[in-house]
């Protein structure tokens, strides 16, 4: 149904300026709700005349007629991009309101906006997740305060600590308090590139300090989820997906989209996955490591469910793991196989994929490589992997000097009693 869309001029005589003039206004009706809005000419009202919405002054009857046409066209647009229309959307974007925000929840709600129209483009689906939960977080410490919003303009450094402090106190993690932090400075950012403040007041403020830990598997408890059998379907593809990340270090997102076309063979007969990364558009190529390629060929002939199935999968640009359940569903079913195969670790993907990097180091794999495997978009990122290693050979060092220096304290007391006993049995033989 097509919208009704009209505009009227008009004057209010009852309010006149010093000098008698008074201000030209414009009415936008549409399906019978209306806004007005001013056009930014005056007139004398002895010069209206109210039938046609003009003046005795030709350049302002001109000025008039161009307002007008810049009313029908933003009406259009928004109609085109929106599919929608309503009075307040072209008020708002003829004040420029709709893309200059003025408060902080406004801004975070057209920023979180930017990021989602970006998505399956520049951004990742789990990266606006994390930011609607900055965002969300966000309102509830405004409302918190007892406000419905706040002016970007009033923000002051005092704000950030208050927002810190309120994270803190729900118990959040020290990543996680800096995450939404870190959402609030860049709406100030944003706020200054808008021009709305000269500065971001927070562009000094200290985050909280963590201690970046990686958590992997050893590989006993790799060998325990390779042997264990799970009888839910859902639970099973958890597992798989999981030991398919454990041996080709690729992130749940890649895993979503794997496609046959991204397997590929080299002249030399060895298989491998050449792929790019959902989060960061960086070309990875990993080799399919024979754990790997067994897992894809089960699923193709035990999962597919019939033949009809499997015809359709074995097709390049169809999904290798397919059908899908949400993320959350998928986070409770690995949590299930973790407490089946008595690992104590609470099992994620992104656990599966730190695991494979420290074991391809822990193998000698030069750290270029795994960089390239992994789809780092700096080797900054993977030589975290190699202090984990380090770290690991250090504590293993030091319990083998201490399980060493433990058995050479029992030895020499040993020998200590042995000379002693000689000693008396000497003393004995004289006597």
């Known amino acids: ?124 689906e789990g990266t606006y997740l994390n930011l609607y939960y900055s965002d969300r977080n966000l309102r509830e410490f405004v409302k918190d305060k007892g406000l419905q919003d706040i002016p970007i303009s009033t923000i002051t450094e005092s704000l950030f600590e208050e927002y810190r402090f309120f994270l803190k106190k729900r118990g959040l993690k020290a990543s996680t308090v800096n995450t939404n932090l870190c959402w609030l400075s860049r709406l100030m950012f944003r706020a200054v590139s808008s021009r709305i403040i000269r500065c971001n007041p927070f562009e000094n403020a200290e985050y909280e300090k963590e201690e970046k830990k990686i958590r992997f598997l050893q590989k006993g408890d790799v060998m325990k989820l390779m042997a264990m059998r799970m009888n839910d379907r859902e639970a099973e593809l958890a597992r798989l997906m999981f030991v398919f990340s454990c041996f080709t270090g690729m992130a749940i997102a890649d895993m979503e989209n794997l496609e046959y076309r991204h397997i590929q063979t080299a002249a030399d007969g060895q298989r491998y996955i050449r792929k790019e990364r959902q989060k960061t558009k960086v070309e990875f190529v990993v080799p399919l490591h024979p754990i790997a390629e067994a897992i894809i060929n089960y699923y193709r002939k035990e999962l597919a469910g019939n033949e009809e199935q499997q015809a359709v999968k074995e097709k390049g640009d169809s999904l290798v793991f397919q059908p899908h359940c949400s993320r959350s569903v998928m986070g409770k079913n690995l949590s299930i196989v973790g407490k089946a195969c008595g690992i104590r670790q609470r099992l994620s993907y992104h656990v599966a994929r730190h695991t494979f990097g420290t074991m391809s180091l822990s193998a000698g794999i030069p750290i270029e490589s795994i960089a390239k495997m992994m789809g780092h978009a700096s080797i900054s990122s993977t030589q975290i992997y190699a202090q984990v290693t380090d770290n690991k050979i250090s504590k293993d060092m030091d319990r083998l000097i201490a399980k060493q220096s433990a058995k050479d304290k029992e030895t020499m007391e040993r020998e200590a009693c042995e000379s002693s006993d000689i000693v008396i049995c000497k003393m004995e033989e004289t006597a």
């Open 1 to 124: 149904m097509r919208s009704t869309f009209k505009t009227l001029f008009y004057i209010n005589r009852q309010k006149t300026k010093a000098d008698g003039n008074t201000a030209i206004l414009c009415r936008i009706t549409i399906d019978g709700k209306s806004t007005a809005i001013t056009t930014g000419e005056e007139c004398n009202p002895s010069g209206w005349n109210s039938k046609q919405g003009l003046t005795t002054d030709r350049k302002t009857n001109q000025r008039i007629s161009e307002f007008r046409e810049l009313v029908e066209k933003t009406y259009r647009d928004i109609l085109t991009r929106e599919g929608v229309v309503s009075v307040e959307l072209i008020k708002n974007s003829l004040q420029g309101i709709a893309t200059n925000p003025t408060t902080l929840l406004a801004m975070s709600k057209a920023e979180l906006q930017a990021v989602k129209e970006s998505v399956g483009r520049l951004r990742a």
